[in-house]
């Protein structure tokens, strides 16, 4: 199976040699892991906020896998961020073991991504809760392409990165008087 890169590449390829022009754009999808009050003792409760990017046609979907010996509980009807989605959670399964699935369905072309997915879980992981594989699906259910989430950094981190430059640069501007 050719990865997404090379398909589009040879598509790209094939239309440039016709004098036409097409656009394959990789689908992105951010978190961010929210740490919530924990409702039943000795269960760490969490949600994650998805930003997705890219463009998906009706009936296009994306799958988050959510590894069975780390998540368990996923929010079992999560809210659709708009009218767009259709989503659905399905739980992970430790003992045999089965990976759970946070899933989102296009219900239109291009389906509005403004508003992000987000789905809340019980973490059994050791540390935090970070990066995921996920799938995108046509409307076939055939894998369009695989990759991993990314984190989206905290606000105060910019907040330090921010307090850190005006320190540098009002220390370069004491050196060079």
């Given at each position: 199976m050719l990865s997404v890169r090379w398909s589009c590449?040879?598509?790209l390829a094939g239309v440039f040699?016709?004098?036409a022009s097409v656009s394959c754009a990789a689908t992105s999808i951010r978190?961010?892991?929210i740490d919530l009050a924990d409702v039943v003792a000795g269960e760490d409760l969490w949600r994650y906020a998805y930003?997705?990017?890219g463009s998906f046609d009706?009936?296009?979907s994306f799958e988050i896998l959510f590894d069975a010996q780390a998540f368990a509980s996923l929010e079992s009807a999560p809210a659709a961020p708009n009218t767009d989605w259709l989503v659905s959670?399905?739980?992970p399964v430790p003992a045999i073991p089965v990976d759970g699935v946070y899933s989102a369905l296009?219900?239109?072309a291009n389906a509005s991504l403004a508003s992000p997915f987000e789905v809340a879980f019980v973490w059994n992981g050791p540390g935090l809760p970070g990066a995921q594989p996920f799938n995108v699906l046509d409307d076939t259910f055939g894998l369009v392409e695989s990759?991993?989430?990314i984190p989206i950094p905290e606000p105060r981190i910019y907040g330090l990165m921010g307090a850190g430059l005006l320190l540098l640069a009002l220390r370069l501007r004491r050196r060079s008087r």
């Open positions: 590449g040879l598509l040699s016709v004098g978190y961010q892991a930003t997705v990017s009706a009936f296009y959670a399905v739980q296009a219900l239109v990759a991993t989430t």
